[in-house]
């Protein structure tokens, strides 16, 4: 098994700037990718990040690219979601995943991911 622990949240000005951090340990040699999902009041759980371990492919949602980044620390199995020019609509309860191997285009999908952090909350204020 995988265990997830997240760290980093809490309220940011609109146009300010926070960094999560995901924790993996356990069975982590069976990781195949990470990722970052949001969900907010009343909506889908959404995809905002993902990376693969051995390549380092990255992928983003529309509503992230150019302001959101994800990382690896490869040593210390942690995962950093750098969020800059954060907005009201970034609001949301973010959720680290991982996932064993599957299709990039799985990436995007909540559904194919194994392990789930506890979440924590992004709140923008304006």
């Known amino acids: 098994q995988v265990q ?3 760290s980093g949240g809490g309220l940011v000005q609109a146009g300010g700037s926070l960094r999560l951090s995901c924790a993996a340990s356990g069975r982590t040699f069976s990781i195949y990718s990470m990722g970052w999902f949001r969900q907010a009041p009343g909506k889908e759980r959404q ?3 993902a990376l693969t371990w051995s390549l380092g492919n990255t992928y983003y949602g529309d ?3 150019g302001r959101f980044t994800i990382s690896k620390d490869n ?8 969020m800059n020019s954060l907005k009201a609509v970034d ?9 064993r191997p ?15 952090g506890q979440g924590s909350q992004v709140t923008v204020s304006s």
């Open 102 to 116: 599957q299709a990039a285009s799985g990436l995007y999908d909540p559904r194919n991911f194994n392990y789930w």
């Open 91 to 99: 609001t949301a309860v973010y959720f680290c995943a991982a996932a």
């Open 47 to 49: 995809f905002v990040a």
């Open 75 to 82: 040593a210390k199995n942690m995962v950093y979601l750098q």
């Open 63 to 65: 509503s992230v690219k």
């Open 4 to 6: 997830l622990v997240e």
